[in-house]
Structure formats: structure tokens, C-alpha cells
Nanobody, 122 residues
Framework: QVQPVESGGGLVQAGGSLRLSCAAP????????MAWYREAPGKQRELVAE???????NYADSVKGRFTISRDNAKSTMYLQMNALKPEDTAVYYC????????????????WGQGTQVTVSS
């Protein structure tokens, strides 16, 4: 199965920082807008940030000014720099194609990756 691979999560105190990474096959990554999502316990998965192939970005209001999404197309890797973390950022973080890529062309990956756990203590 073709799926993205997330890494970089961990336990951090409120106010701290983490950097997440997402690796995907180059044949997909180089031509698709990508996004970070998160799923907190008892809540639906939500979009955190998205980035086009050219580097244009969009963020959820809850993370604007604190999180930065970026990508290295040569390495087929996407990043999420998370600063000023809050307990409410605690969730499993996933990467996948941007929502509109899926709407436009169907699922990009065979399945979601396993995600990476981010836990922010107060």
C-alpha cells in the first residue's frame, strides 16, 4: 500500500516546540498539494494546514501564527514546525493530500499513515 509516513511527535510542555516530518513517494509528492491533519480524542479529524506544490499555504485559525508548514520537493518531504504549543494541540497528526486534491481527483494514497502523537502538557 502507498501511504505517507509521519514522524517527529512527542511529549512537550506548553509553550514548547516540535517539528513534524512527512515522507511520501516522490511520484505523488511532487505533483500534489499536501496537508497536515490532526485528530484529538473524541473529536473528528481536522485540517491543520495545507501547502501547494509551489509553496502557497493556508492554516486553520487555531494554529495561525504558531505553526508553519513547508515542503522540500527534492526530498519528497513535508514539515510542520509547531511553536507555542498548547494543551489543546494534543492529537495524532497525519499528513495526506490537501482536501481539494481528493475532491478533484479521488484518494491520492491507498490509506492514511499511522500518524504521529503530539502531547502537550500544561
Amino acid at each position: 500500500q502507498v501511504q505517507p509516513v509521519e514522524s517527529g511527535g512527542g511529549l512537550v510542555q506548553a509553550g514548547g516546540s516540535l517539528r513534524l516530518s512527512c515522507a511520501a513517494p516522490g511520484s505523488i509528492f511532487r505533483v500534489k498539494a499536501m496537508a497536515w491533519y490532526r485528530e484529538a480524542p473524541g473529536k473528528q479529524r481536522e485540517l491543520v494546514a495545507e501547502i501547494t506544490v509551489g509553496g502557497s499555504t493556508n492554516y486553520a485559525d487555531s494554529v495561525k501564527g504558531r505553526f508553519t508548514i513547508s515542503r522540500d520537493n527534492a526530498k519528497s518531504t513535508m514539515y510542520l514546525q509547531m511553536n507555542a504549543l498548547k494543551p489543546e494541540d494534543t492529537a495524532v497528526y497525519y499528513c495526506n493530500a490537501a482536501p481539494w486534491e481528493v475532491v478533484r481527483g479521488g484518494n491520492v494514497f491507498d490509506s492514511w499513515g499511522q500518524g504521529t502523537q503530539v502531547t502537550v502538557s500544561s
